[in-house]
T-cell receptor
Framework: GAVVSQHPSRVICKSGTSVKIECRSL??????MFWYRQFPKQSLMLMAT?????????EQGVEKDKFLINHASLTLSTLTVTSAHPEDSSFYIC????????????FGEGSRLTVL | AQRVTQPEKLLSVFKGAPVELKCNYS??????LFWYVQYSRQRLQLLLR??SRESIKGFTADLNKGETSFHLKKPFAQEEDSAMYYC??????????FGTGTSLTVIP
């Protein structure tokens, strides 16, 4: 199946700094990627839909200025957590569809962010 | 609004016993439902989708629109089935919404 890769897998930063997480589709082009946040022992919460060449669509309650999403190419979407605080510590997962018709999502391995 | 509910956070069954993981949904349109699985230390992956009406690794799931359910079933659980299972619904904007997940443990 298709492969989605995230980088970094783990990142630790100081409060107030910004952190960028990359999501790449390695063997296919993805016009749409999805960013999720997963709290410990909880479900995946959809944060936003990243659209190549246009603005991301954010879910209700997700701060656009806090979580900046850029989808500059068909194989790369980035999530930047700006001015990170300890409550932003979480597991961030991206996903993409290879074929819009099948609906199957391929997931990245996730990125664990720890804000000190 | 769309919503996916998995009422059981934890489920334990003995090897060889039948297993059913429950999923209910709320959606105004025609739903498209999926089951995703996450094995230990691995990423989420698709298990099956209701459109395909297929059996994967012995698992099946039938969409019941009357009961708004999409329960996952397997007649004889195996140890390797121990994993986290997520029910997901595909919305009108092509977003996927996930349930809270059920952690299945198959006891040897």
């Amino acid at each position: 199946g298709a492969v989605v890769s995230q980088h970094p897998s783990r990142v630790i930063c100081k409060s107030g700094t910004s952190v960028k997480i990359e999501c790449r589709s390695l063997d296919f082009q993805a016009t749409t990627m999805f960013w999720y946040r997963q709290f410990p022992k909880q479900s995946l919460m959809l944060m936003a839909t990243s659209n190549e060449g246009s603005k991301a669509t954010y879910e209700q309650g997700v701060e656009k200025d806090k979580f900046l999403i850029n989808h500059a190419s068909l194989t790369l979407s980035t999530l930047t957590v700006t001015s990170a605080h300890p409550e932003d510590s979480s597991f961030y997962i991206c996903s993409a569809r290879e074929d819009p018709n099948t609906g199957e999502l391929f997931f990245g391995e996730g990125s664990r962010l720890t804000v000190l | 609004a769309q919503r996916v509910t998995q009422p059981e956070k934890l489920l334990s069954v003995f090897k060889g016993a039948p297993v059913e993981l429950k999923c209910n949904y709320s959606y105004s349109g025609s739903p498209e439902l999926f089951w995703y699985v996450q094995y230990s230390r691995q990423r989420l992956q698709l298990l099956l989708r209701h459109i395909s009406r297929e059996s994967i690794k012995g698992f099946t799931a039938d969409l019941n629109k009357g009961e708004t359910s999409f329960h996952l079933k397997k007649p004889f659980a195996q140890e390797e089935d121990s994993a986290m299972y997520y029910c997901a619904l595909r919305g009108t904007g092509n977003q996927f919404y996930f349930g809270t997940g059920t952690s299945l443990t198959v006891i040897p």
